[in-house]
Each structure stands twice: as structure tokens, then as C-alpha cells.
């Protein structure tokens, strides 16, 4: 699968991860960052996260159901840690609400080892007053779709849960869909595979990347008719999401 030449980064430092000698002080980026904060209480984190990707008031109760459910659930199923748990607002349900704008319009969308819900369920919520809109979360573990179904169930989400494989999949039997979305599923190539039936069909990839992004792109073979560009994460300045789409597909 080869891949186009990446559009510049955003940012000097977008794309690198860096290390620093114990005892440095911290970077002006970590400072601006959501995540630096340790441990804020529950009212804070979501405070601080609806103030980065603001969401309807109905959204915000629906998001508000999902996590309580989580918080109940991952006590006896492995769907997030405690630490990441604490700042579940800004490092999970924040991160995933900024990427519907990403793909303007988009209804149908295909989310790829959607695991807790992120991002598929979080845009699902967010498009629970949309006619028409569905998004299919695939992930292979039934436990995790299990909870999956009951978040749905309880938000009025309009989520299709499949407990299978990606692979196993049949890809036309989802069609149409407008965007497909990945957050930490798989390597870089080897998600452009699994996502570019549904890019070559007219869908828009949607791709958290992080901070070693515009690296990940860059080691990417090329592909004639896969456009690729680099976008900066509206939750961390040094990260960023990747938006692939068909360009012949687009000339039509």
C-alpha cells in the first residue's frame, strides 16, 4: 500500500516525541498541554475538556451517562485504566468529540477496534439528533462490546456494535459511510489497508497519530491516489490526527 508525500507538519515539534535528562524542567508545550495537569478532581477535568471541544448541552448529559456507565463497568472488565480514568473527560471523551468536524457532514462512519468507545460511541452520542447517522464500532472483544451495546442502549446512541474481527468484516456490507476512524488500533500501514476499501468508496480517514505523527506518514510508502494531511490535535499542540482521502474519488 503506498501512501502520498505528507503535507508539512503543524508545528516545528509536531511529530517527534523527545526526551529529556531527569530533573529538566518541563517544556512550554507540556505546560500548554491538557495532560500535564496530574490527578484534577472529576468536575475539573470535564470542565477543562468541554472548555476545549465544547458539545450541546443534551451531548454533554448523554457523555455524562457513558462515563458514569464506564466508570461502573471497568470495575470488573478491562476497558481503562485507573490513571487514565482520571482524566477520562479530556484524555478520552475531548479527544474523540474533536474529530467529527474533521470530516464536515459526515453521518455514516466506520470506527476500527473501537474498544471503550473511543472514539466510535463519543461520535455516535454526539450525532444521536442527526437523521440518518450510524456508526458501526468494530472491536473483537464481546465483553467490551457488551458495554458498548449498553451505553447505546442508555444514551440513545446510534451505534452499531460488531463483536468480530476487522478482518472478518465484509466491508461493502457497511457501505455507504463517510468517514472511517481509528484511535490507537494499529500500526499506520497497516490501518491505510484495513480503512482504504472504505477511502477508495469516497469516505474520509480519520487518524489520531499523536506526537510521533508526521514520522509514522513520512516511513509510509507512497500511494498515487491517497492524499494525506497532517492536522494538529485541538488537545495537545505537539499531536496530531492524520485526514486521508481518495483523490480520485475526489475529482469525480
Request: hydrophobic share 45%; glycine share 6%.
Amino acid at each position: 500500500m503506498r501512501s502520498s508525500r505528507p503535507a508539512p507538519p503543524v508545528g516545528a515539534a509536531a511529530g517527534r516525541a523527545r526526551t529529556r535528562p531527569a530533573g529538566a524542567s518541563t517544556t512550554a508545550a507540556e505546560r500548554a498541554s491538557p495532560f500535564h495537569v496530574k490527578h484534577p478532581s472529576p468536575d475539573a477535568d470535564r470542565a477543562r475538556a468541554l472548555s476545549l471541544v465544547p458539545v450541546p448541552p443534551e451531548a454533554e448529559r448523554r457523555l455524562a451517562i457513558y462515563v458514569e456507565l464506564l466508570d461502573r463497568w471497568r470495575k470488573v472488565t478491562n476497558l481503562i485504566s485507573d490513571a487514565s480514568f482520571a482524566e477520562v473527560w479530556t484524555r478520552h471523551i475531548a479527544d474523540s468529540a474533536q474529530l467529527p468536524p474533521l470530516a464536515p457532514g459526515a453521518k455514516r462512519w466506520v470506527d476500527l477496534g473501537s474498544g471503550a468507545g473511543f472514539p466510535g460511541l463519543v461520535i455516535a452520542i454526539l450525532l444521536a439528533d442527526v437523521a440518518g447517522a450510524r456508526v458501526d464500532c468494530i472491536d473483537s472483544d464481546r465483553r467490551k462490546c457488551a458495554f458498548l451495546r449498553e451505553v447505546a442502549r442508555a444514551t440513545g446512541a446510534p451505534a452499531e456494535i460488531h463483536a468480530e474481527r476487522v478482518e472478518a468484516i465484509a466491508p461493502e456490507s457497511l457501505l455507504p459511510v463517510d468517514a472511517v476512524v481509528a484511535r490507537a488500533f494499529a500500526p499506520l500501514p497497516r490501518l491505510v489497508d484495513l480503512a482504504n476499501v472504505w477511502i477508495a468508496h469516497g469516505a474520509v480517514g480519520v487518524f489520531p497519530r499523536g506526537r510521533s505523527a508526521a514520522a509514522q506518514l513520512e516511513a509510509l510508502p507512497a500511494a498515487p491516489d491517497l492524499t494525506i494531511d497532517i492536522l494538529a490535535s485541538r488537545l495537545d499542540p505537539e499531536a496530531s490526527i492524520l485526514r486521508a482521502h481518495s483523490r480520485s474519488k475526489a475529482r469525480r
